[in-house]
């Protein structure tokens, strides 16, 4: 059964410093999207890609964030300059339908200390 | 504001009996919902959907029912299993929307 991968699957870093969390959606998929979950709270979508350009994003993906389609496979989320409570699971998904009915990687946990 | 909330942080049932999941919705404007399972360590796994023009929709053990008038959406699960533990999602999206609204969760606990 295809998948997404994410990678790595916890990554500790500085505050202030810049991380990159990758993904590989499924490969026939069109869309994509960047959850969050902090530690025992809710899922929480951060931003949705399609066509090579942010479709929609929430109030969480601020100037820090950005996402990027480098080449036919990978999907990139960046944080510039993380801050302590950016500390969370990052799930990354794809889907090939109008409907948003996704499949999801297993995630990135990132510790910010 | 918008919101998906669910009644019960955790629900405890012995094997092969049928757990129920709640789930209860305020934007009135969602037309699409989803139930996903989550197991510790990884990401949500989708089990079923339900698009707004349908009550009731079955798949494997598993029966979604959607209540409109009171913007309720419930889970069902036949003979639960272990397996089962983990914890429930449930998700909306309204028409022209990408992103989905998560719920709180559930977690459920099969006692053998």
């Known amino acids: 059964e295809p998948e997404v991968t994410q990678t790595p699957s916890h990554q500790v870093t500085q505050m202030g410093q810049e991380v990159i969390l990758r993904c590989v959606p499924i490969?026939?998929?069109?869309?994509f999207y960047w959850y969050r979950q902090i530690l025992g709270q809710k899922v929480e979508f951060l931003v949705s890609?399609?066509?090579?350009?942010?479709?929609?994003k929430s109030e969480i993906f601020d100037d820090q964030f950005s996402v990027e389609r480098p080449d036919g496979s990978n999907f990139t989320l960046k944080i510039r300059s993380t801050k302590l409570e950016d500390s969370a699971m990052y799930f990354c998904a794809s889907s090939d339908r109008v409907s948003p009915g996704y499949t999801f990687g297993s995630g990135t946990r990132l510790t910010v200390v | 504001g918008e919101s998906v909330g669910l009644h019960l942080p955790t629900l405890s049932v012995q094997e092969g009996d049928n757990s129920i999941i709640n789930c209860a919705y305020s934007?009135?404007?969602?037309?699409?919902f989803i139930w996903y399972k989550q197991e510790s360590g990884k990401g949500p796994q989708f089990i079923i959907d339900i698009r707004s023009n349908m009550d009731k929709r079955q798949g494997q053990r598993v029966t979604v029912l959607l209540n409109k008038t009171v913007k309720h959406l419930s889970l069902q699960i036949a003979a639960t299993q272990p397996g089962d533990s983990a914890v429930y999602f449930c998700?909306?999206?309204?028409?022209?929307?990408?992103?989905?609204?998560f719920g709180s969760g559930t977690r459920l606990q099969v006692q053998p």
């Open positions: 934007n009135s404007a969602s037309d699409y």
């Open positions: 890609f399609y066509n090579n350009e942010i479709s929609e």
């Open positions: 490969s026939n998929h069109l869309y």
């Open positions: 998700a909306e999206a309204d028409t022209g929307r990408r992103a989905l609204t």
